[in-house]
């Protein structure tokens, strides 16, 4: 069994579809064990009523010192680091220490729509005034870039040339519920076969 990390800025809705999944299918290849903020995050929340070790960081420290103290949280305890909606950038030699074990969720078709300033609504806004017909969610590896790491899996939706960008991110959000337990479970699988 896969012992998780999972790292959050906000609501923690993607946070949930990863507990839910591993809680209602018996051959869930993970657990999450551990979920830390950079900020206070309504995800905190969720964490302690499902009994999750629940840690608030303070980002304001800096890059370094947020990653050290991520890294003694979960040293030697967690095999993998979800980022779940977490806004801060983590300092390469993290990155390094954690090489192919930490994955994210972008709620857009990388490679396009990433990059420095390709969060929340900015997205989805880029999205829209590109004129593209569809977007949907990536789960990638982290690497040293922003949202460069190797796509791992996707999933795409068609966009209705009505929607305003927060249906968007709605429509896009279901999709995210799907594909991260989908693609955490998949590198689980991958893993119980070498
Ligand atoms: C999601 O859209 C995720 O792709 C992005 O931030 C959002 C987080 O939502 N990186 P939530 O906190 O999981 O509800």
Not at 47 to 58: Q, R, S, T, V
Not at 71 to 87: E, M, N, P, S
Not at 140 to 154: A, L, P, S
């Amino acid at each position: 069994m896969l012992r998780v990390a999972v790292l959050i800025s906000g609501g923690g809705s993607n946070l949930q579809s990863l507990i839910d999944y591993s809680r209602s299918n018996s051959d869930a290849g993970y657990e999450i064990t551990s979920v830390i903020a950079d900020r206070p995050a309504g995800g905190l929340e969720k964490a302690e009523k499902a009994g999750i070790p629940a840690h608030l960081l303070d980002r304001k420290k800096g890059m370094e010192s947020l990653a050290d103290d991520i890294h003694r949280l979960i040293y030697g305890q967690v095999d993998y680091i979800v980022l779940a909606g977490f806004l801060s950038i983590l300092d390469s030699l993290f990155i390094e220490k954690w090489n192919k074990r930490i994955i994210n969720i972008h709620p857009a078709l990388l490679p396009d729509f990433g990059g420095r300033g390709m969060y929340g609504m900015n997205v989805h806004r880029a999205v829209l005034a590109s004129g593209a017909k569809e977007s949907g969610c990536t789960v990638h590896y982290v690497d040293n870039g922003i949202d460069t790491g190797e796509i791992i899996n996707q999933m795409s939706l068609e966009i209705d040339q009505n929607w305003s960008a927060e249906q968007l991110q709605k429509e896009v959000l279901k999709l995210e519920h799907i594909l991260l337990p989908q693609t955490l479970q998949l590198l689980c699988d991958r893993g119980s076969e070498t």
